[in-house]
Structure formats: C-alpha cells, structure tokens
C-alpha cells in the first residue's frame, strides 16, 4: 500500500510539473510582443547611449530611491502638507511591498549592458517591475493633495526618472510600465484606506 501511494505521488508530482511547463510555455507565448517591444527599447537605448546624457541620468535616477522617498515625505510634513504627506507614505509603503514580492516572484534579469548594476545582495536584485518608477509616480499623483506643490514639475521629474531607468538599463520598458502601474495603484488604495475612519485615525496618532 505505501510503494502504491508512493507510486501515484510521483505520477502526480509528473503530471503537475508537466502542467506548469505547459502553463509557462502559453504565458511565455503570450507575452511575446511585450518582450519584443522590450528588446526593441534596448536596441535604441544602447544605439544613442552617450556619456553626457548618461551622466544626467545618473543624477536623476536617484530621485526615485528609498532615501528620496523618506525626504520626500519628511519634506511633505515639515511644509504642513499634511494630507500630502501620509498618502505618501502608506502608497509608498503599498508599492514598496508589492515591488519587492514581484521581485522575487518574477526574478526578471537585468537588460543587456546595464550602467548601474546590481550586485544581487540587495532588495532590488532583479529588473521587474521598477520600484523607481513606482515611487516617482506616486510623488506625480500626489503632488496634487499639495496646494504648494508645483504639480507640473514634479510631473516631469517623475517621467525623467522613469525613462532614466530604460535608459541606464536598470529595467527593461515593461518594467517601468507596470512599475508606474503599481504606484498609481498605491495612491488610489492610500487614499481609500486614510478615508476609511479607523485606518485614518490609526494613521494620524502615528503621525
């Protein structure tokens, strides 16, 4: 009876492994124009890739950091852009989680001939999705809670950073796609969850 039991469990483990092969060869198929746009990207990217522009990139591309974003939302408090401030953090919290389990669940590789490389070793050890992108867009929707905050520039740091990312080879365009999708997201859960009474009053004695 257990060498029967042993026996079925490997012609399930079989049957199940080869499902998941079957399910990862449809999905690979599937997203074949998307990578195909990405390998595209790449070509231009590395085709006009020169050192000045990739010293401005360089420079923008940290504004999208983890560091930033706690300037971003200390700087938020500090100049009483109260409601700015705490949308901020619970969407950059969202999307902080959401970035680094895909990461992990995903385990993109980086683009071909990346300017900033990863050594692995950290949270951000893969390219999908863009967790720059994703903070940056949340500054851009943001900004709007902010009556002193000039939404149109913060806007147009969000796309510099963005497309920083595509072009230092950091992420692939697919990446820094769903990685503003994300933050978009986060902002619309953070504004829903600081309107629900508990969650606001919770938020507010932290802050």
Do not use: N
């Not at 079989?14 to 746009?37: R, S």
């Not at 990739?54 to 420079?59: A, D, L, N, R």
């Not at 990346?114 to 949340?138: E, I, N, Q, Y």
């Amino acid at each position: 009876m257990p060498v029967l039991a042993f026996g079925l469990l490997l012609v399930a483990s079989h049957d199940a492994v080869g499902v998941l092969a079957g399910t990862d060869q449809v999905l690979t198929a599937a997203l074949e124009p998307v990578f195909a746009v990405d390998r595209g990207v790449v070509d231009v990217v590395l085709a006009v890739r020169g050192p000045l522009v990739t010293k401005v990139m360089t420079s923008a591309t940290g504004l999208g950091s983890a560091f930033a974003a706690l300037v971003f939302v200390g700087l938020s408090f500090l100049a009483g852009w109260t409601r700015a401030a705490r949308v901020a953090a619970v969407a950059l919290l969202i999307s902080g989680v959401v970035v680094v389990s895909l990461m992990a669940l995903v385990q993109r590789p980086f683009p071909p001939q990346p300017v900033c490389m990863v050594d692995g070793r950290g949270l951000a050890a893969h390219s999908f999705p863009s967790g720059h992108a994703a903070a940056v867009t949340v500054y851009a929707l943001v900004a709007r809670d902010a009556p002193d905050l000039p939404t149109g520039v913060v806007g147009g740091v969000a796309v510099l950073v963005a497309v920083s990312r595509i072009y230092l080879g950091t992420h692939y365009f697919s990446d820094t796609v769903v990685g503003v999708a994300i933050g978009v997201g986060a902002v619309l859960v953070a504004r829903r969850l600081l309107d629900h009474h508990r969650v606001g009053d919770i938020v507010e004695r932290l802050t």
